[in-house]
């Protein structure tokens, strides 16, 4: 069993930051894939960014890479996304997810196991 926390979410104008952090219980945080996905209202919930669990593949979705960058620490059980230059369109909740079996395809959202309660950023232009 898995619980997860995120925090750092907020309102930001654009070119701005925010540093999301995902805070995880459990024993079997370490060897879990680690996602963000995020949902803007209306419409469903996107692949952002996921980690393995030792931080050796890294992956992003087209539209964030070189802006945002996923991280973890496994002794503190976090994972971080930094979120660097800020669009009005990064609007959404933003959710943080592990699965065991998400190594595959860390992309889809049905392969992660645990998901967050969600927290909010809101970017204006």
């Known amino acids: 069993q898995v619980q997860l926390v995120e925090s750092g979410g907020g309102l930001v104008q654009a070119g701005g930051s925010l540093r999301l952090s995902c805070a995880a219980s459990g024993r079997t945080f370490s060897s879990a894939v680690m996602g963000w996905f995020r949902q803007a209202p209306g419409k469903e919930r996107q692949f952002v960014a996921a980690?393995?669990?030792?931080?050796?593949?890294?992956y992003y979705v087209e539209s964030v890479k070189g802006r945002f960058t996923i991280s973890r620490d496994n002794a503190k059980n976090t994972v971080y996304l930094q979120m660097n230059s800020l669009k009005p369109e990064d609007t959404a909740v933003y959710y943080c997810?592990?699965?065991?079996?998400?190594?595959?395809?860390?992309?889809?959202?049905?392969?992660?196991?645990?998901w967050g309660q969600g927290t909010q950023v809101t970017v204006s232009s």
């Open positions: 997810a592990a699965g065991k079996g998400a190594g595959s395809s860390p992309a889809e959202r049905v392969l992660y196991d645990y």
């Open positions: 980690i393995t669990w030792s931080g050796g593949n890294i």
